[in-house]
């Protein structure tokens, strides 16, 4: 009987999750819109665990190191306060140093591009007449074009019914960009509000989860989950240490090298990989590319050799820096950390090429530990068949030899005296 009933509440069950799966997919539009807004509603909160999460690191370093001689409880709040201010300071102190070097220097930069583009643009244009001249064919095709008609009434009218009906448009749209500036200041205030109680009560927080947890789950499901949120937490740290660091030293070898090689725009080019190098894979080369842009403003032929310089220090930098840096801290292998990538890119874009990364490394450890204990249980199970198989058959073989010896003390002669 109770088996029955298990099975039939077993069946209950997943008739509810399918019809639940059903009305997903029949009204998937309003889900997912539910969804969005549901987490819009929770944006602030999520990018205050996202800076707590981030300041924790420094403020960890500091507790566990610089202010490790402090004991008892007011010297332990006291602890928790100086070192979230100077986990704050820090991060202001880095930043303020980056934008006060380089914001003179990106203007300087730019100062420079946009005093030298007009001679670029002539070079172009000059270059172009040449090759007119050379190839006169090209020139055909440019008199075709210009020989096509243009409906200059038409496109007056189109401009006119524009201006009159875009006016309102572009004064909605300004309502709505400025509005979306000053919630987004709102929402980043509560966020660092929110980041700080949490990094304030962190032992709280986390021991009523354990709470909650063991109050609502059975023992053996609450250590899996601590277990997972565990190795995320391990693993997000240790990427975005890594991450941080790597970029770092990246930047810094492009600047030691360009200034060697006696390459333009050194720093900026510099701290421009090491801002998009954060972006694993694809961000190094986008600061090539914007690199060697500025760099063929000013010489078309040191724009190539940065273009070599970058190749090379790519391959230095992922065979020798990139393993010793990160080490087996992700423990993913390449091929995932692009399909990573990919999909972080296509639904989050740049926060999600970060987050995927420790995500599918977490997914990717928990899988492989899954796989390698099913395995070691079928061939223990494989094996203990085969050992009482063998067992018996020495047993039955030891039978039939004993029946052997019986038999033939049964056909001794018996010899009468």
């Given at each position: ?263 333009p725009y050194a720093l900026t080019i510099g701290v421009l990989i090491a801002f998009t190098a954060l972006i694993p894979i694809v961000g190094a080369f986008i600061g090539c590319g914007v690199g060697a842009f500025l ?17 090379v220090l790519q391959q230095i930098e992922g065979n020798l820096i990139y393993p010793r840096v990160m080490g087996n801290s992700v423990g993913l292998p390449a091929i995932w950390i692009l399909v990573a990538v990919s ?65 033939l003390v049964k056909k001794e002669p018996v010899h009468k005296k």
């Amino acid at each position: 009987m109770e088996s029955g009933r298990e099975k039939m509440r077993q069946i209950r069950h997943l008739l509810v999750l399918a019809a639940l799966l059903v009305l997903a997919l029949i009204y998937s539009r309003e889900v997912f819109r539910g969804i969005s807004f549901f987490f819009r509603i929770l944006q602030p909160f999520l990018w205050g665990g996202a800076i707590a999460f981030a300041l924790n690191i420094p403020m960890k370093c500091y507790e566990e190191k610089l202010l490790a001689g402090w004991k008892g409880k007011s010297a332990l709040r006291m602890k928790r306060s100086v070192s979230i201010v100077l986990s704050i300071v820090s991060l202001l102190v880095v930043v303020s140093l980056v934008v006060g070097t380089v914001m003179p220097q990106f203007a300087k930069t730019f100062s420079e591009v946009g005093a030298k583009a007009p001679v670029f643009i002539e070079e172009v244009v000059e270059e172009l007449e040449e090759l007119a001249r050379k190839y006169p064919e090209l020139t055909g095709q440019v008199e075709k074009l210009e020989q096509l008609e243009v409906d200059w009434p038409a496109m007056l009218d189109n401009v006119v019914d524009f201006l009159k009906n875009g006016a309102g448009d572009m004064l909605s749209s300004t309502v709505t960009v400025a509005s979306s500036i000053i919630s987004g200041v709102v929402n980043m205030v509560i966020a660092f509000i929110f980041a700080l109680y949490i990094l304030a009560q962190k032992e709280r927080l986390e021991n009523q989860g354990r709470r909650i947890l063991s109050a609502f789950l059975p023992a053996g499901a609450k250590q899996k989950i601590l277990k997972v949120l565990s190795m995320l937490y391990g693993n997000f740290s240790s990427f975005l240490t890594g991450q941080c660091l790597e970029a770092v030293i990246l930047g810094v070898m492009f600047v030691i090298c360009m200034s060697i090689f006696q390459m333009p725009y050194a720093l900026t080019i510099g701290v421009l990989i090491a801002f998009t190098a954060l972006i694993p894979i694809v961000g190094a080369f986008i600061g090539c590319g914007v690199g060697a842009f500025l760099i063929l403003m000013d010489n078309p032929l040191q724009a190539l050799w940065f273009v070599i310089l970058f190749l090379v220090l790519q391959q230095i930098e992922g065979n020798l820096i990139y393993p010793r840096v990160m080490g087996n801290s992700v423990g993913l292998p390449a091929i995932w950390i692009l399909v990573a990538v990919s999909l972080g890119g296509s639904l989050f874009g740049i926060a999600g090429m970060l987050f995927f990364i420790p995500l599918m490394s977490t997914c990717y450890s928990l899988l492989r530990e899954t796989v390698n204990v099913r395995n070691r249980e079928k061939t223990a199970g494989g094996g203990k068949p085969q050992k009482e198989e063998e067992k018996t058959l020495s047993a039955g073989s030891a039978d039939r030899q004993l029946m052997g010896k019986r038999s033939l003390v049964k056909k001794e002669p018996v010899h009468k005296k």
